[in-house]
């Protein structure tokens, strides 16, 4: 069923507590999420889905393994969005070579990629994250599984572009670096434009969604440019082969018809800055759980502390030497924050949980669940209903949603 007019009908994949639909609907009324899909694999209890459809309701939203939803059950829609996890996203051919290629069970790549091929009406445009290792992985073949995504695209019918964003460089309260990439299928204006381009890197530092969003300087060398060549099972096979080589993407670029120019780029920003002390909550809004025990400070200041120590391996008996840097003890307030983790969440000592001392009080604490969602952009209390350590999980999987915001904004204006 078509949309209304102007409506820019969304599909929402792996949507955990749904950070690219709030970003892309501050963005713009013209964001109109059709469908979304949340499943959490070896667990009966479906937290994530749960906010989900707290926030946004039950309508059009899929709890269910997306590898075993029919693509003629997921709405016709112009954009696709989601966050994936990194994965091996290697190929190999089937038995029978004229039956194709076949990926990795249980990659979500190809679950977007089943979606893509099979779709009669695919989608006009993509808007996908991952962790930005997506484009050195694996150590043996650097760049590899990026390569393999970008020729399944181009072979779809897609061009993209891509950036490597750290949200703190563009006045965002968090130092979160993660890949995002646009593809823009051949049937609209905009890849029309792109390939009509005599420098197509023009796109990506000037001309392009990416570039109106986030600025960036221009460097004084050429992009680096190669061709992606061979069928997907070939490109998994022989890319980049070989150990110690670098990946020869760097952290922006676009892809068209196989083609590739890339090049590392800094970004540009003079605006104002969100720091971490910017999104604390007052000393008398802080349960008392989130203080630290005083006893237990010494325990967190070795375990953030720079260690060079003799350690044995309770396995195997064998001795060996550990050694790793020092992290600063208590994280500082006048600067954006740290990468929120997966485990930041309870009570007990560790390494990487963010530790601040109160304002008011001076106080060790641990951040709470609406400051973690606030170091993402979340409204305050999006998670609420589950546990706070399932709420910090969230936070340490979502994405910064002023990124989302920013391209949004942009690409409801080209469309």
């Known amino acids: 069923m078509p949309g209304k007019k102007g409506e820019i009908r969304t599909i929402e994949l792996f949507a955990g507590v749904g950070g690219f639909r709030i970003g892309l609907e501050r963005s713009s009324g013209r964001f109109h999420t059709v469908w979304s899909n949340q499943w959490e694999p ?15 309701g039950t309508a059009g939203h899929c709890n269910e393994d997306i590898a075993k939803v029919p693509t003629a059950e997921i709405p016709d829609h112009d954009l696709l969005v989601g966050g994936f996890p990194c994965q091996d996203y290697s190929v190999a051919r089937t038995l029978n070579k004229a039956a194709g290629l076949e990926g990795k069970k249980g990659v979500l790549w190809w679950e977007i990629h089943r979606i893509l091929k099979e ?85 990506v530092l000037e001309k392009g969604v990416m570039a109106e969003a986030f ?34 993407f760097r952290n922006s670029g676009i892809m068209i018809d196989r083609k590739v120019y890339t090049h590392d780029v800094d970004a540009m920003y003079d605006g104002p800055a969100t720091l971490l002390r910017d999104i604390l909550l007052p000393a008398g809004s802080v349960p008392r759980s989130f203080y630290i025990d005083p006893d237990s400070i010494e325990q967190w200041q070795y375990l953030k502390g720079g260690k060079s ?5 309770k396995a195997s008996g064998i001795a060996y030497n550990y050694a790793e840097g020092a992290m600063v003890f208590p994280d500082p307030l ?38 973690l969602e606030r170091l993402n952009m979340f409204p305050d209390d999006h998670t609420a209903g589950v546990s706070d350590i399932k709420r910090a999980f969230f936070m340490g999987n979502a994405l910064v949603v002023g990124v989302i915001e920013r391209v949004g904004k942009v690409l409801a204006e080209r469309i």
């Open 42 to 56: 070896s667990t009966k209890k479906q937290d994530a889905s749960f906010v989900y459809t707290s926030r946004f």
């Open 119 to 203: 779709k009669e009406h695919k989608p006009k445009y993509l808007f996908l994250e991952n962790v930005d290792r997506l484009l050195k992985s694996p150590a043996t073949q650097r760049g590899r599984d990026f390569a393999i995504m970008l020729a399944s695209l181009a072979d779809l019918g897609y061009v993209v572009e891509w950036r490597v964003i750290n949200a703190a460089d563009h006045g965002m309260p968090q130092r979160r670096r993660r890949v995002f990439f646009l593809g823009y299928h051949k049937s609209t204006p905009i890849y029309k434009k792109v390939t009509a381009l005599k420098d197509p890197f023009e796109w």
């Open 215 to 248: 600025r960036v300087s221009v460097p004084e060398s050429a992009p680096d440019t190669f061709v992606l060549e061979g069928d997907l099972a070939d490109l998994s096979a022989n890319f980049n082969k070989g150990t110690g080589k670098k990946s020869p």
């Open 309 to 313: 120590e003799r350690r044995i391996n």
């Open 334 to 371: 006048d600067r954006p924050s740290r990468t929120i983790i997966t485990g930041e969440g309870g009570a007990a000592p560790s390494r990487f949980k963010h530790v601040i001392k109160q304002p008011g009080n001076n106080k060790y604490r641990r951040l709470t669940p609406i400051e």
